[in-house]
């Protein structure tokens, strides 16, 4: 059974930081590329960052390009999203995805092209 696990969500002020975290379990990690997704309330679920399935080549949002950075360990099943400069906009739960691919230097930004979904991490970010 197929697992992600979101952690690292919180509430941080305007211009802080945050590492969220997603422990991936039964299936092989370094097959599939990653993806980190984010929905605010009365919002559409939207793209954040991607990541290939070699952790080599990665794509960014515009509106966090700069600030957020997307990696990945292969050897611990584990993506992260390094968040800096918050902004109150960014308050949303973050979610991330995994995808099957045979493909490296590969990344995918829309949301039905995820197989498997974590449950969520809530961050608030204060003004």
């Known amino acids: 059974q197929v697992q992600l696990v979101e952690s690292g969500g919180g509430l941080v002020q305007a211009g802080g930081s945050l590492r969220l975290s997603c422990a991936a379990s039964g299936l092989t990690f370094s097959t599939h590329a990653m993806g980190w997704f984010r929905q605010a309330p009365g919002k559409e679920r939207e793209f954040v960052a991607a990541i290939d399935r070699s952790g080599g080549s990665t794509y960014y949002a515009d509106s966090v390009k700069g600030r957020f950075t997307i990696s990945r360990d292969n050897a611990k099943n584990t993506v992260y999203l390094q968040m800096n400069s918050l902004k109150p906009e960014d308050t949303a739960v973050y979610y991330c995805?995994?995808?099957?691919?045979?493909?490296?230097?590969?990344?995918?930004?829309?949301?039905?092209?995820?197989?498997?979904w974590g449950q969520g991490t809530q961050v608030t970010v204060s003004s």
């Open positions: 995805a995994a995808r099957l691919t045979r493909y490296t230097s590969t990344w995918y930004l829309r949301a039905n092209d995820y197989n498997y």
